[in-house]
């Protein structure tokens, strides 16, 4: 799988001083402990731009977001090597934008070794590291990230988020960590939005996911696996996303989620779509009777002719959320 780099955490030795591994980082120098340097930065030329203008659903929330009502929030926690114990106080930041960055000490045992885990997300513009209030995702525990009830949205590029952990020995060496998304993007882009009768345009949606359709309700950052926890899905309502890359009239994303997921392929389910008019009445819907592929830091893609007869819907897995299907299924024609 590709890595998207979110931010990269640069260590390195640079003084010594004498502190125990809760304290703050005021260096004293007797040799007992290492001062790490640690830069976390989120590049402006982050892989899933593309350099596209714009915004465009095949990228995630860094690409699409809209950063005068979101910030970044960036969450670092220090463990010993088996992750169950904190050897430091989180460190939390926060930025109006993805080309911030911060550099700052973090001191730490020399030899011994350490886990760090590290989550990012979105969360309302003008938040601190003081301040700052979980948006989407609870996070407390990084054992334990779950999704808030009421932020189970779809159409929302908000929803994406970041995580990684390594390990990594005090002895001044440098590590570098990449994050990539422990949630898959699903999203259906209709080909045949101007062929609608009576001249109607899509303005909303309704996804039902089949009954009795789970997904995890979180992702444990220690381990790097989704929850074994689940939570049902139904229902589930939102106006279009208004992608401004899409300026053809006939080609339309009309729906996103993103899901926690593993690094295999796994099958959610198969689930219907309803397009409404800006009165509210519906216009028309599609039942998608293949199983959706899910894999986190991965983008599923139903394309084609969907709310039209005589045509044909394409599923495809992107890596990464770059522009190449690693695998592709089509649904016949009706």
Known sequence: MKFIKLFTLLLGSTMFCACSENESTTLVADGETVAVPVTIEAPVAIAQRGGVAGTDSQ?????????????????????????????????????????????EEVILTRNRTYKF?????????????????????????????????DSYKINDESRDAFTGFVGYTANGSALSMSLTRPLGKVRVVTTDADKLSFGQTISSVAVTYAEGVTVPAGYNCLTG????DKITLGTLSASLYGYTAETAADVKTVFTDYI???????????????????????ITSYSFETDTPVKANARTTFKGGVFTTSSSVTISIADAFDT??????TIPAE
Do not use: C
């Open 59 to 103: 990228y995630g929330g860094i690409a699409n977001v809209d950063f005068t009502k979101y910030d970044i929030r960036y969450i670092i926690e220090i463990y010993d090597a088996e992750g169950t114990k904190l050897a430091k106080n989180r460190i939390v930041r926060v930025y109006d934008d993805a080309s911030s960055s911060f550099s």
């Open 117 to 149: 885990v590290a989550w990012a997300d979105f969360v309302a513009d003008g938040s601190t590291a003081e301040t700052v209030q979980d948006l989407h995702y609870n996070t407390t525990n990084m054992a334990a990230v779950t999704i808030k009830a």
């Open 225 to 228: 696996k989704p929850l074994t």
């Open 260 to 282: 926690f997921a593993d690094a295999i392929n796994a099958s959610v389910a198969k689930f219907t779509l309803k397009a409404f008019d800006a009165t509210g009445a519906e």
């Open 324 to 329: 190449a299907a690693a695998t592709e299924v």
